[in-house]
T-cell receptor, first 110, second 114 residues
Framework: TQLLEQSPQFLSIQEGENLTVYCNSSSVFSSLQWYRQEPGEGPVLLVTVVTGGEVKKLKRLTFQFGDARKDSSLHITAAQPGDTGLYLCAGVSSASKIIFGSGTRLSIRP | ETGVTQTPRHLVMGMTNKKSLKCEQHLGHNAMYWYKQSAKKPLELMFVYNFKEQTENNSVPSRFSPECPNSSHLFLHLHTLQPEDSALYLC?????????????FGPGTRLTVL
């Protein structure tokens, strides 16, 4: 069974600080997606990474796919209160099945 | 109206009730999904429909019964539920299943079983 572990589970930091959250698996994925879910809403796609070692930037968010396509990280620079939410990674297997991680709940204090 | 909509947004039901959740997508997608989101557990995929045909049932108890009358609508019929079925039920759609296409989620139905 493929599993995606996210760490940390919870993170509370001050506005303006930097942070990194991780998504790890022992399995290889053909691609990996990151979503953000705000209270009362469904998850919204932020980015998809496909190639091992790929780096994508979305404003202050930087996403990296591991060289072996088993792990990924999300780095946020100068966090803002609007970044608060549940961050979910989702791996797409070679059989095109999507598996979600357990999530990182991020809180940014003003 | 755009995107993926779900009704009702909140539902409280007793264990002997029968209710239905509704999902509608306005994105022209051909795949639709039901997920269960519980506290402290990853999103659990329940059912997948691709071009109106059920292609996946992840060992979901028979007290949950999906229905997909067309590519735009998806229902989840509930009967004789248990308190542990209380959760956020999310509907999603994607252009087709079986690819790395992203999932477009609705806002969810918060279900409480008493």
């Amino acid at each position: 069974t493929q599993l995606l572990e996210q760490s940390p589970q919870f993170l509370s930091i001050q506005e303006g600080e930097n942070l990194t959250v991780y998504c790890n698996s022992s399995s290889v994925f053909s691609s990996l997606q990151w979503y953000r879910q705000e209270p009362g809403e469904g998850p919204v796609l932020l980015v998809t990474v496909v190639t091992g070692g790929e780096v994508k930037k979305l404003k202050r968010l930087t996403f990296q796919f591991g060289d072996a396509r088993k792990d990924s990280s999300l780095h946020i620079t100068a966090a803002q209160p609007g970044d608060t939410g549940l961050y979910l990674c989702a791996g797409v297997s070679s059989a095109s099945k999507i598996i979600f991680g357990s999530g990182t709940r991020l809180s940014i204090r003003p | 109206e755009t995107g993926v909509t779900q009704t009702p947004r909140h539902l409280v039901m007793g264990m002997t009730n029968k209710k239905s959740l509704k999902c509608e997508q306005h994105l022209g997608h051909n795949a639709m999904y039901w997920y269960k989101q519980s506290a402290k557990k990853p999103l659990e995929l329940m059912f997948v429909y691709n071009f109106k045909e059920q292609t996946e049932n992840n060992s979901v108890p028979s007290r949950f019964s999906p229905e997909c009358p067309n590519s735009s609508h998806l229902f989840l019929h509930l009967h004789t539920l248990q308190p542990e079925d209380s959760a956020l039920y999310l509907c999603a759609s994607s252009p087709t299943d079986g690819t790395s296409n992203p999932q477009y989620f609705g806002p969810g139905t918060r279900l409480t079983v008493l």
